[in-house]
């Protein structure tokens, strides 16, 4: 019996690889084909939206284990028609907007532009160390007028994950992350405890310790962590481990971030491979790639996803965010991907079309005839 998968199909030649799961196990399928239509994958979390706490979680959570196009992505030659064919812009802020807490060239002048043409514009980041409140307040630094409405960030999602979900009030959160994460949570009305907090803790580990950890926790929410520790690994492994129910929830799982323009840092995706390999279970995404905040973003806003063009510098996120979305796709190269990394035989990852910068939109114009 098939759980369940659409899948999208793009217009050059394309190879899929496709992984079934039935009843009986995985069935892996590749298809070699041409084909002008587009479609868009189900992401598996949206297989959760509608999951009660009553309802066990299982390991048939996902339709579709992977999923990749292979296709030549093309360069940006006219601005204007792509602007002109969508109604939404949903930008990625690190690498994209800035570096850091460097705003990258042109940005202001772009977003202006796109607002004049009545364009909505959407900020989604993975960074979970902030709340939206505290993202307005760095937009605002950078000399942007961005209002809190049009930002999502991951530890937003994680709270509003929980809220379709209809998380029981009475159960706790345990944070393996930042501040973000407890702003977004006590906004919501959830109780929650970790965070920077344990940061600080040891564990003496003298024969016949037992640490002891809190039963009513209900879920762990891990993001990225500058305060990480072994404390926290064995705390939030106790709570998945012992507690029936109990969920595990990454806000994103990106491999590097950008704390400085300087180089690349170890990104969240290192907290949730810890805590992912003392459970030996994966957890949900509410970040990028997952639609989660996709599906939330289009209900809000009323948005048709085929009027949305996603714009982002990370091809396993970003890009596969708007492609899992059904939406558009352009990837900068002022961030994290460069043109040898688009290019290279081995990525399957391929957007719509590439440019180096947003900022681009103000200069690429249709060749006169």
């Not at 979680?57 to 296709?71: C, D, I, P, Y």
């Not at 910068?357 to 690429?364: A, E, G, K, T």
Request: one cysteine or more; glycine letters at 8%.
């Amino acid at each position: 019996m098939l759980v369940g998968a659409t899948t999208p199909i793009v217009s050059r030649s394309v190879v899929l690889s496709c992984r079934f799961w039935f009843q009986s196990g995985p069935i892996d399928f590749k298809f070699v084909g041409r084909n002008k239509h587009s479609q868009s994958i189900k992401n598996p979390l949206s297989n959760f939206a509608s999951i009660r706490w009553n309802r066990k979680v299982n390991s048939n959570r996902s339709a579709m284990e992977a999923f990749t196009t292979r296709a030549s992505a093309q360069p940006l030659r006219n601005a204007d028609e792509l602007i002109d064919s969508v109604e939404t812009f949903i930008f990625d802020c690190d690498g994209v907007i800035w570096k850091g807490d460097k705003l990258i060239d042109g940005v202001p002048e772009t977003l202006d532009m796109l607002r004049s043409k009545g364009k909505r514009l959407v900020f989604v980041t993975n960074n979970s160390t902030k709340s939206r409140k505290q993202y307005g307040k760095k937009f605002e630094t950078l000399g942007l007028n961005v209002s809190e409405e049009e930002i999502f960030a991951s530890s937003f999602a994680a709270a509003a994950y929980l809220k379709s979900i209809d998380f029981p009030k009475d159960k706790k959160v345990y944070v393996i992350g930042e501040d973000g994460i407890l702003k977004e949570l006590e906004l919501a009305g959830y109780q929650y405890l970790g965070g920077p907090e344990d940061g600080a803790k040891k564990i003496e580990l003298k024969p016949g310790y037992l640490m002891e950890h809190d039963k009513d926790v209900g879920a762990v929410v891990v993001g990225f962590d500058r305060y990480f520790n072994y404390y926290k690994i064995q705390y939030g492994t106790l709570c998945i481990r012992e507690n029936p129910g109990c969920l595990f929830i990454a806000t994103n799982r990106d491999a590097v971030t950008h704390l400085t323009d300087a180089q690349e840092w170890a990104g969240g995706g290192s907290m949730v491979g810890a805590i992912g390999g003392s459970t030996q279970r994966e957890p949900l995404v509410v970040g990028k790639p997952s639609t989660f905040m996709m599906d939330y973003l289009a209900k809000k806003f009323g948005i048709e996803k085929s009027q949305i063009c996603m714009v982002g510098d990370r091809l396993d996120t970003d890009i596969l965010f708007g492609q899992n979305g059904g939406c558009k796709t352009l990837l900068v190269l002022s961030g994290v991907t460069s043109l040898a990394m688009l290019q290279n035989p081995n990525n399957t990852t391929q957007p719509d079309f590439y440019t180096n910068q947003i900022s681009d939109f103000l200069s690429l114009k249709a060749a006169p005839v």
